[in-house]
């Protein structure tokens, strides 16, 4: 099967491109590093099935972070038969950069020249034709966000692949390093490496290691003296070759530009920079921030739970019952009965019942992501960050764990080094996310049900509170060293796209159904098996399997004021996902299956004080397996991994004592 | 001609990248990012933060202290 591969810069529509394309529902944002992996897609042309391989953004092939490594070894390695690089027609200079190295590397290249509706409201004028001839590549102008475009880019790459033309564009590096180019091809060429000797020989000058390390492993041209020398002289003027070579293209880029572009002088005042003159201000940054966040979450209540919310409460709640009666009804045994209505209904069901609030909520959070605001963010909190050892970037990876750890942690990728991209890391399981909010639900529900919006708001504020004291202390401990530099690009404002919101929404929402048909189910019936036996005894009692693994954990949470065999088994569970949390004190708090049952047994197990220092417990302590799995393959280390378990169990644990103490001295109950 | 660097430059102010003076690897990532000897930039906003300039109406944030090693000729 032939294999198409976007490659492009960050933020330019690769993904947008690959959807249109393959009917795929892949993370689509505006902001640059959404997608940080390889991903796959197939699509049929003519009765031919096509691959297609969507890649992290990339500025160039010389890759500075992990997610740069994985588009550029895909670009080396994966042997695409044809490249389709989206470019960014409003940027149109930084993203032929890319393009330039792309046509030296002689891969068959066609180039769609996205976002040209953008560039039209901008006056930037394109001439296709002399464009096409100057790079010597087909050129499609698309539309990607309204799928404009698409046909043609798919007829032209497809025709491409059996063509036998490549690219053949000579950029002129200056007297010195052509000579260099022309020696080292000349010491190259009878080799059979996998790529063009002209090219390897550019990579050389530009100290690729990833080419050093290819070369290295040859016999013959490591024992040739002259190679050696050459690679010696080379060496000692690395550094004003490897920027010399990037403005010479520019320079390329540039003569390209001048012929096939025409743009007005001025630049207008945009929207983007009358939004940005408030939002990016010195003062009104952080405020506006918080304010956003607190819009956020009491939308969310408002029309999640109090509009929607009771709606499925009660539909759940008839729901059981009426499974319940019509399983006592044909006689099944008592057992089916009691397993089905308090296991699965009461745990299971307890966690579906916040479905609407958390649908509310991740459509919020999708309009925030793709209007751009996502870039600033990072902009306005980069201070605060770099006194505390950190940088504007890590910001991102933190926001992304609102909705879920594990792509909050894959985030990390886009950091340059590697001091950052561990403390983000360790930190991100602070950042709290979707599957602990049913447990605050409950206890807000319980204690709290007029202030929801404002204590969901405290709550996430203390994550981040927690998680940058933590980053404080790790930058100053664990990873010495220097903050890598704050570069990013600030992209326009867009009008979120319904599309994209809601598919945004979707892959979170359906996480969740997805984790409650399987690993809450699993706990559940595990819990529930443990909670009957053994044999005779009263069932969720204290006597069972599972209350006698309680009462054995209990003791060290009495200091945090939930010292209950109950409280110690929800967080044990919450540990496979944290909405386990809330569905086993749906099942052992026994019999409930509706809403209002299992929250006036919370009310009659816990104060308001116990239950802030357990939804303190639930934020703070270990995060679910899912996401230790991702430290462990991310960090590359089962070190780390278990680093990460224990340390922020202790901190959980740490936060809910120093709650429940206080407020106690305080005279709170 | 004069050079400064860009955080003594004032939002509204335009001028030509000279010379970058930061260490070899961010100085190729400037250069990657269109932040490359030559370019004509606009500061947008320089007080208490990261530097933004724009490239043809396209904004990128600096970090300040990147952005003192960014020699700008006015
Ligand atoms: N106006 C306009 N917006 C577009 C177009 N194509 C994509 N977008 C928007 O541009 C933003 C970025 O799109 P993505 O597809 O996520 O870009 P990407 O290249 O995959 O980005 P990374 O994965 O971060 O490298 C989203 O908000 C899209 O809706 C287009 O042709 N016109
Ligand atoms: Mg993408």
Redesign the interface.
Known sequence: MNTLALVGNPNSGKTTVFNALTGSNQHVGNWPGVTVEKKEGKFKFNGKTYNVVDLPGTYSLGAFSEDEIVARDFILKGNPDVVINVVDATNIERNLYLTTQLLEMKAKVVVALNMIDEAQERNINFDIEALSKELGVPIVPTIASKRKGIDELIKMSIELIDKDIKPNVKISYGEDIDREIKNLERLLNNKNFEYPSQWIAIKLLEGDKYIYELLSNDESLNSSTEFKDTIDRIKDNIDDYELKIVDKRYEFVNNVVKKAVKRPKEDVETKTDKIDKIVTNKWLGIPIFALIMLLVFQLTFAVGEDLLGGLMSEAMGALGEIIKNSLVKTNSPKWLVSFVSEGIIGGVGAVLEFIPLIVVLYMLMGILEDSGYMARAAYVMDNIMRALGLQGKTFISMIVGFGCNVPGIMATRTLDSKKDRMIATLINPFMSCGARIPVYLVFIAAFFPDKGGLVLFLLYFLGILVALLMGKIFSKTLFKGETSYFIMELPPYRLPSFRNVLRNMWDNVSGFLKRAGTTIFAVVTILWILAVLPLGVEPYSKNSILGQIGTFIAPIFKPAGFGTWQAAVGLFAGLAAKEAVIATLGMVYTGVGEGAALISAVQNAFTPLSAISFMVMTLLYTPCAATIATIRKETNSSKWALFAALYTFLVGWIGAVLVYQIGTLLGFS | MKTKALTHLKPGDRGVIKEIV?G???????????L????EV?V??N????V?V??????????R??AEKIMIAI
């Open positions: 930061a070899n690897c961010a100085t190729k990532r400037l250069y990657e990012m269109g490359n000897t030559g370019t606009k947008v906003k007080d208490t933060g990261p933004i724009s490239l043809f109406g396209n904004k990128i944030a600096v970090g202290g990147l």
